[in-house]
C-alpha cells in the first residue's frame, strides 16, 4: 500500500521560513517525478514545484520562484520543500504528490495541467502566515 505524508506545516508570521517534508513509503521513490501543491480556502489547486526523479530538472511557479525550494532525498524517499520570505498569500494546504507522467520530467506543471500525472496524493499539511 502506498502512503505519501507530509509534514512541517505550521503558522508563521510572514517574512518567516518553514520546510515542509514528505515521506513516502511503498512506492520506488526514484520511479517518480515529486511535487508540491497548494490549495487555499476558495481557490483552485495549485502547483507550485517539480523535481525530476533525479533532481536534475526542477520547476517552480511564478508565485514561488526565488523563495522556495524543492530538493529530494532517494535514500530516504523524502521529498522537502524550503519556504523563505513566507507571504500571507501562501497560506494554504500543502501538499506532496508523486508523479508518473510519461514524457519530459514535470511536464504537466509546465503546460498548465500539474495534477494530470499525478499517481499519489499526500494528506495535506497546513501552512498559516500571519500578516
Known amino acids: 500500500q502506498v502512503q505519501v505524508a507530509e509534514s512541517g506545516g505550521d503558522l508563521v508570521q510572514a517574512g518567516g521560513s518553514l520546510k515542509l517534508s514528505c515521506t513516502t513509503s511503498?512506492?520506488?521513490?526514484?520511479?517518480?517525478?515529486m511535487g508540491w501543491f497548494r490549495q487555499a480556502p476558495g481557490k483552485e489547486r495549485e502547483g507550485v514545484a517539480c523535481?525530476?526523479?533525479?533532481?536534475?530538472?526542477?520547476y517552480y511557479a511564478n508565485s514561488v520562484k526565488g523563495r522556495f525550494t524543492i530538493s529530494r532525498h532517494n535514500t530516504n524517499n523524502t521529498l522537502y520543500l524550503e519556504m523563505n520570505t513566507l507571504k500571507p498569500e501562501d497560506t494554504a494546504m500543502y501538499y506532496c504528490?508523486?508523479?508518473?507522467?510519461?514524457?519530459?520530467?514535470?511536464?504537466?506543471?509546465?503546460?498548465?495541467?500539474?495534477?494530470?500525472?499525478?499517481?499519489?496524493w499526500g494528506q495535506g499539511t497546513q501552512v498559516t502566515v500571519s500578516s
Open positions: 504528490a508523486a508523479d508518473r507522467a510519461p514524457g519530459p520530467p514535470c511536464y504537466h506543471y509546465r503546460s498548465g495541467a500539474p495534477s494530470r500525472g499525478v499517481a499519489y
Open positions: 511503498g512506492l520506488k521513490f526514484d520511479d517518480y517525478a
Open positions: 523535481i525530476a526523479w533525479d533532481g536534475n530538472f526542477i
